[in-house]
């Protein structure tokens, strides 16, 4: 059977029933997502693969507990925020500089988005742009751990408030306190790019 070509939920069923490759179809399926909301959270790609793997081996492990009136993508992307929460904190801790993680010289000059082919609608793709882009991704990385996941839950991923708090385990307001507080900080650190430039 060509597992690509069933629903989630289907697939689902067939790797909980121990089928190996059914869980295989699920992880190609999503990867190349995981892949973008691992980035957006961590910063560079090397990171980003280490959560994508350590996503996949949850929600393996999780598997049973995945209801089927859920969306999978909405599943597998709460564990995904959920590593790179993780990641982040104890790179954090780590370095001693939890709201000052440097853009890497890598995001400078490549950005394996680029690369990444998607199906689903683009939100950011007028953000994820070219010079606004870089300055983007750079603000991203200043952001507190808690503010970056809702950023980029609410504006790039276009999960609900009521999702970004479950996955975060915030109350409502606390969730919409931190997506607001993002908004801000990306907002002062691109004025400069809105701002008309002089002739």
Known sequence: MNWMDGSDASTVAQALAGDR???RAL???????????????????HDAEEVVQETFLRAYRRL???EERSSFKTWVTRIAINCSLDFVRSRARHHDRREDVRVTEEMETLDPLDNVETQDPAPDRLVLSGEVKQKVSAALTRLGPLERAAFVMRHLEGHSIEEISKALGLRTSAAKNNIFRAVQKLRKEL???????PR
Do not use: Q, W
């Open 27 to 45: 992880v190609e399926r999503h990867s190349r997502s995981i892949f973008r909301v691992a980035y957006r959270m961590t910063g560079n790609e």
């Open 64 to 66: 049973d507990k995945f």
């Open 191 to 197: 004025a400069p790019l809105m701002s008309p430039s």
């Open 21 to 23: 490759d059914a869980f």
